[in-house]
């Protein structure tokens, strides 16, 4: 029997779902909910109805796990306590310090329906909580480090957008080398936001923009550049399309530790992705969480759920008895 998959939104990440529950037997796309007028919005997936968020509420009864596709910042925080009343959910939601908040808000809304929702799936938050949680329990003398890149930002180059006199923009975080060799000699070095990470800017101008003052304003936008150093280039337009298209990206998720009694041993646990692709990695990971949605609820499971709270078992569209035969 396949999972029935809905989609609500379709940028990026919806196109990067439909791929993904392509490629996995066990699921089928039923539908792809938009704000946008549906006869605008053009799907791979034969068969499958396009239709407005408005009609959403008539698939109830048709749609095993609702994966939400919105902008973590904004839509996210509404979206998912909407349609967890309605559906198993999964969400990407990715603003860190807001995830507490976040995840009361869905739980509520989860229990009260009997529905399961997961939230904060992707690979950070996601994959690299993982990483860290494993990480720290295994070794409780240590230190944890992150990080990311090389890759495109998404967040950054929306940020260099909205600037005055910008045209379009991509940014690049970039590990420091000296930082990550630091880390990996096992010398748990103390490391500030400036040496752990560098920003690289690719910026198309405005017809008559001030490059000095796009510059200088980018370089000192709080939360975002002014903690780092970082490199502004100008290109064209073609450029940017030519070599910066792409959406890359990956990182490191490190943990040091000792061992012994007297804490004479080293240890290091390392855990890295190199990605082409940022959102069709991140819809792969959403879709076997989507697995675990189901099956958690079929289990008689709600409410709101982390990846902290679901085993590796429920990922996997193999069985136990398969599971422990050619993986354990």
Known sequence: MSIKVGILGYGNLGRGIECAVKQNDDMELVAVFTRRDPATVTIQTEGVTVANVSDVEKYTDKIDVMILCGGSATDLPEQTPEYAKLFNVVDSFDTHARIPEHFANVDAAAKESGKVAIISVGWDPGLFSLARIYGNAILPQGNDYTFWGKGVSQGHSDAIRRVE????????????????????????????????????CFVVLEEGADAAKVEAEI??????????????????????????????????????????????????????????????????????????????????????????????????????????????
Not at 175 to 184: E, F
Not at 289 to 307: M, P, Q
Request: hydrophobic share 30%; glycine share 6%; net charge negative.
């Open 165 to 200: 006199g910008v045209k379009d923009a991509k940014q690049y975080t970039i590990p420091v080398d000296a930082a990550l060799d630091a880390v990996r000699s096992g010398s748990n070095p103390t490391l500030t936001t400036r040496e752990k990470h560098t920003r690289e």
């Open 219 to 328: 370089k000192n936008m709080p939360n975002y550049f002014a903690d780092y150093d970082t490199t502004v280039h100008f290109i064209s337009e073609d450029e940017l399309k030519a070599n910066h298209s792409g959406i890359p990206h990956g990182g490191f998720v490190i943990r040091t530790g000792k061992t012994g009694w007297d804490e004479q041993n080293n240890n290091i646990i390392e855990y890295s992705l190199k990605l082409d692709s940022n959102p069709e990695f991140t819809t792969s990971v959403l879709i076997a969480y989507a697995r675990a949605a189901y099956r958690l609820n079929k289990e008689g499971a709600n409410g709101c759920k982390s990846v902290f709270d679901i085993a590796p078992a429920y990922l996997s569209p193999k069985s136990g008895e398969e599971l422990r035969k050619e993986m354990l």
